[in-house]
């Protein structure tokens, strides 16, 4: 069974069985608090405990001997030997699981122990050890603190999940005998640690259904706990701690040395995931381990911009051969707009042929290393989207034959940032007519329906159009929204997790996903175009902004050392998480993290020497 296998088979605890508990093996469930968010810590080794208990692992995996819960002890602390909880080993080799095991609730040298014997037991009795070849495995150690309980009322589903935060909580079901439970890192594995999780709904009703048959929410109990997890990707590695399965970035990570590795590994993985016809992968499910089918025409051509963007800041060769051949791949695509002549859009096979695919395909023309090249097909492509500008400013969101329209948060944005990049090369005067007029629409749209979504295109739009007509109202509306995002920003007296500083919470309280990359994004313009006006204290106040958004970001890029659970590394080290336990790798979100990661470098630290 592969390790990824196992964390699915172990979602069924929720739905089709449960441990017979007896004695040790229960939950020893506390009460917990009202609100009480943080929870109970599990066992917290030092970086050379760690490292003893998991040397302990690969003595067994060599001699198939697993040392006495005494030894254990004497080389960890007092304080550390005496704790109860519940320990988990896990064995991989390249992401496949060799041996897993798991312990009661005990002593933590006991369960170490214990962990490690099941562990062992799984190993095929025909195989006496691994020898000298455990060194290439893997080792991952889970400990458990306290099962709390937590407060449950018939099917009020939100108060239940009110008390889990997903990645720091395990959470489980106490019903009768049957004990059902997931750990934090399953949940991560499984990569579904998002907002949407299933599996709470899914305890959830378990506990609704014990309450309609019972009569009584007693006969059902959930609980949650929190975990120390670490692993050793092989025996020369120190032991890695991880927190929702990554290791948390600092304030200090964001440098300029920093910036310029993550922005080469993130944009050679865009490289990587582009086919031979030009275009992307859409999406890689690290859970089980697949390219989805999914795909959106919107975000390919989103994709392609971030390869322009890439190309743009770069000198290597095969970054701007892989750009031609994506642009090539769209120009092919420009279809001309019925009854106009000089205008096209880009026709996609769904038929909906959405303003944002065309527009996104301007940008990647218009801002990429070589805009001259298309001069013909910008001004197709711009004249199109002229066209579609109503009397009143707004754009349509399709263009014809496509019969419907769409949200006004999006392609509009991208579409005034298009033109304005395009009114930086030609001076059009049609496209600053164009502008102005959409100005005073979506400027009053915006005082009626504030969304976050809204604001990054939009303010990257009229912080260019400042720098070039000077017209006032263009930097006023783009203090006014990025004042009005930045104060979504999670800041440290604003949460006790401080992994989710610097993300923007536009999805609920104290949530914020790879969408705060786009808004980083806007925030880079905003902080130049406070700069370049004199506004000491905005400029001030973005910096902080720019920085504490930059430092998120970077915890959602995958890592070597955060790769516990991955049989593919190939197709997924340096992809982009949706969320910090949400697994999900796809080229939009890769997009948006490798241009904010671009713009955050020149906006802090100037273009790097060689660019």
């Known amino acids: 069974m592969t390790h990824k296998l196992s964390w699915i088979c172990a979602l069924g605890l929720f739905s089709a069985w449960g441990c017979r508990l007896g004695g040790p093996y229960a939950p020893d469930l506390q009460d917990i608090a009202p ?56 064995v991989c080799d390249r992401g496949v699981v060799v041996a897993e095991g798991a312990s009661r609730y005990l002593p933590l040298p006991e369960a170490f122990a214990e962990a490690t014997r099941t562990a062992m037991s799984a190993i095929a009795p025909k195989r006496d050890s691994f020898g000298g070849g455990c060194e290439r495995l893997s080792v991952e150690c889970e400990l458990t603190g306290p099962a709390e309980y937590v407060p449950f009322a018939g099917s009020d589903r939100l108060r239940f999940e009110h008390y889990f935060e997903p990645g720091i909580h395990g959470y489980g079901l106490l019903h009768g005998l049957n004990w059902h439970e997931l750990r934090p890192s399953q949940v991560i594995s499984v990569g579904w640690g998002s907002l949407g999780d299933p599996t709470l709904p899914v305890v959830a009703e378990l506990l609704a259904d014990e309450a309609r048959a019972g009569g009584s929410t007693d006969v059902a109990r959930a609980y949650r706990f929190r975990s120390t997890h670490w692993w050793q990707p092989q025996a020369t590695w120190s032991p890695v701690p991880l927190l929702r399965g990554l290791i948390p970035a600092t304030d200090e990570d964001v440098d300029a040395d920093r910036l310029d590795l993550l922005i080469q590994r ?79 859009f880009i026709d996609t096979d769904d038929g909906e042929n959405k303003l944002g695919t065309t527009a996104l395909v301007l940008l990647a023309l218009n801002t990429g290393s070589s805009p001259d090249r298309y001069n013909a097909e910008r001004d197709l492509l711009t004249n199109a989207i002229l066209t579609i500008q109503q009397d009143d400013g707004r754009f349509l969101t399709n263009f014809p034959p496509a019969d419907h329209t769409g949200t006004q948060y999006y392609y509009p944005g991208e579409a005034l940032l298009a033109l304005a990049h395009e009114y930086r090369l030609t001076r059009d005067q049609r496209i600053a007519a164009a502008f102005h007029k959409a100005h005073g629409y979506y400027r009053a749209f915006f005082q009626q329906d504030r969304n976050a979504a809204f604001v990054p295109w939009q303010v990257q739009a009229h912080a260019l159009m ?66 370049r006006v004199g506004d000491a204290e905005r400029a001030q106040h973005y910096e902080q902004v720019v920085r504490a958004a930059a430092r998120f970001v970077m915890q959602l890029i995958v890592k070597p050392e955060e790769a516990f659970f991955h049989q593919r590394p190939d197709q997924t080290l340096w992809g982009v998480r949706t969320f910090l336990t949400d697994t999900r790798l796809r080229i939009d979100h890769v997009q948006h993290a490798l241009v904010s990661l671009i713009q955050t470098r020149k906006a802090l630290f100037g273009d790097p020497p060689d660019s």
């Open 35 to 90: 609100r009480d968010l943080r929870g109970a810590p599990a066992p917290q080794p030092t970086p050379d405990e760690m490292r003893t208990l998991t040397d302990v692992v690969r003595r067994a995996l060599a001699t198939k001997r697993t040392a006495w819960p005494s030894r254990i002890a004497r080389r960890l602390s007092p304080e550390l030997a005496q704790q109860k909880c519940r320990a988990y080993v896990t």
């Open 266 to 344: 993130v944009g050679d993985y865009l490289l990587d995931r582009q086919q031979v016809e030009g275009l992307f992968s859409y999406e890689y499910l690290i859970g089980p381990e697949l390219f989805s089918d999914d795909n959106n025409w919107v975000r390919q051509a989103g994709a392609t911009y971030g390869l322009a963007q890439y190309a743009a800041y770069t000198d290597f060769g095969d970054v701007k051969e892989a750009c031609l051949r994506a642009t090539a791949a769209w120009v092919r695509s420009i279809t001309p707009l019925a009854g106009i002549v000089g205008a096209g």
């Open 466 to 531: 400042h720098t070039l007509t000077g017209q006032a109202e263009y930097a006023d509306f783009a203090f006014e929204m990025s004042d009005w995002l930045a104060r979504k920003q999670i800041r440290y007296e604003h949460t006790i997790w401080p992994d989710l500083v610097g993300g923007f919470a536009t999805k609920g309280p104290g949530f914020a996903t790879i969408s705060t990359a786009s808004y980083l994004e806007g925030f880079a313009s905003a902080l130049d175009l406070a700069r």
